[in-house]
């Protein structure tokens, strides 16, 4: 799983914990992104590039 890598935790073998752990940071990461557009839209202070950074950044690319 692409959010396990890129956290460096291969070790896990319980497909469950796995999901539990996936969800967990979907929900994470869906708080910072609304967090950072909530920022955008009052401040206009983070460009979407910045965003997409970011992302990208989080996602190893």
């Not at 929900?27 to 950072?36: E, G, Y």
């Not at 590039?49 to 990208?56: G, Q, R, S």
């Amino acid at each position: 799983m692409l959010i396990l890598k890129i956290f460096k935790i291969n070790n896990i073998k319980n497909y469950q914990f796995q999901l539990l752990f996936f969800f967990v940071l979907k929900i994470k990461f869906d708080f910072i992104l609304d967090s950072l557009k909530t920022s955008y839209i009052i401040h206009n202070e983070i460009p979407e590039n910045i965003l997409l950074k970011i992302f990208a950044n989080l996602a190893g690319e």
